[in-house]
Each structure stands twice: as structure tokens, then as C-alpha cells.
């Protein structure tokens, strides 16, 4: 009689079968597991893709020129995200979403120096 086996099972039995003859290489989720990967995370994208929609084209350009200063190149957008999606550590991820969403003010704006309504009439 046959014992239906889970997949999970099936898998680790498949992968100690593969490892006692020397063979196979480990599969994307075995290497995603052991942290052992660049690039970006499937969050990761996501966030740069919001991020990247809201922005400006000024804003853009400037995280641009921010992938192309840490050295990852692309004539056009495509490539160099493609780039950057390769082989991006953790502290650029998060300065280029930063750069993404932050907003700049105005030249010379101090929000701690704006007068309230009231005291302007």
C-alpha cells in the first residue's frame, strides 16, 4: 500500500538523496533561506515600486543618480534597476526608498519659524 507523503517530506527526502550522491544544486528557496543571496527581497520591491510611482521626476533623477553613484549603470531605468535589483545590500535599499519619499522644502522654509494663522492677521 502507498503512503501518500506531504511535498515538504518529499523534498527533504528528494534533497538527502541528491546530497548522498553528490549532485543538484540548492534550489532559490534553500538559498533564500540561508540569507546567502543578494539583491532584493519581494518586499523590498514593492516598496521601491510604490515609492518610485508617487515620486517626482526630479526625485527620481535623483535616485538615479544615486544607483549610478554606488556604482550600478543602466542607460535607462530598466537596466539599471535590473542592476541594482541583482546585487543591492540593505543600506542602499533603504537610502533609495529614503530618497524616493522624502519631500524637499522649500529654500529657506523653517516650519519652526512659521507664524500661526492668527498671529498674521
Known amino acids: 500500500m502507498a503512503v501518500a ?3 515538504t517530506t518529499r523534498r527533504t527526502i528528494s534533497a538527502v538523496n541528491v546530497d548522498m550522491i553528490g549532485g543538484g544544486a540548492n534550489s532559490a528557496e534553500e538559498v533564500r533561506g540561508t540569507a546567502e543571496v543578494a539583491g532584493l527581497s519581494l518586499e523590498d520591491r514593492a516598496a521601491i515600486k510604490v515609492a518610485w510611482t508617487a515620486a517626482t521626476q526630479e526625485t527620481r533623477a535623483r535616485a538615479a543618480a544615486a544607483m549610478h553613484e554606488w556604482g550600478y549603470g543602466g542607460d535607462d531605468t530598466a537596466t539599471l534597476f535590473t542592476a541594482f535589483a541583482a546585487k543591492a545590500i540593505e543600506d542602499e535599499v533603504n537610502a533609495l526608498i529614503g530618497i524616493l519619499i522624502s ?5 529657506g522654509f523653517d516650519p519652526d519659524a512659521a507664524e500661526p494663522a492668527a498671529q498674521r492677521e
Open 5 to 7: 507523503l506531504p511535498w
Open 103 to 107: 519631500t524637499v522644502a522649500p529654500d
